[in-house]
């Protein structure tokens, strides 16, 4: 459910990586820049997410006013995980609120 929005937060900070594993993904032509290379990427991992149905936090049926409430917890326990320091551009707090406040409605997003 977060991957393409966290990739497409870190992309500025891994154009090359991102781009590269788009190519070999066959979602871009190697040929193409690295901008559209990476964004092909993150299209892509939207497309997968779609096409496996992976649900957004709405349609998996969780109550919306106890998604946004719980987002402080959310984001510590994520930055407590250590997984957020593996991010090429790591998030700060605020920043991981707002990567879970994205998914909300679009899984994938």
Excluded: C, H, K
Aim: proline share 6%; no cysteine.
């Amino acid at each position: 459910m977060l991957l393409p929005t966290v990739t497409a937060f870190s992309r500025e900070a891994a154009l090359q990586r991102y781009g590269e594993a788009a190519v070999l993904m066959g979602w871009a032509d190697a040929s193409a820049s690295t901008e559209a290379q990476s964004q092909a990427l993150i299209e892509g991992l939207s497309a997968l997410n779609q096409r496996l149905a992976v649900p957004s936090p709405a349609a998996f049926g969780i109550d919306r006013d106890a998604w946004f409430a719980a987002l402080p917890t959310m984001a510590q326990q994520a930055q407590a995980s250590g997984s957020p320091a593996n991010n090429p551009r790591v998030p700060t707090l605020e920043e991981m609120e707002g990567l879970y406040a994205a998914l909300w409605g679009n899984a994938g997003a």
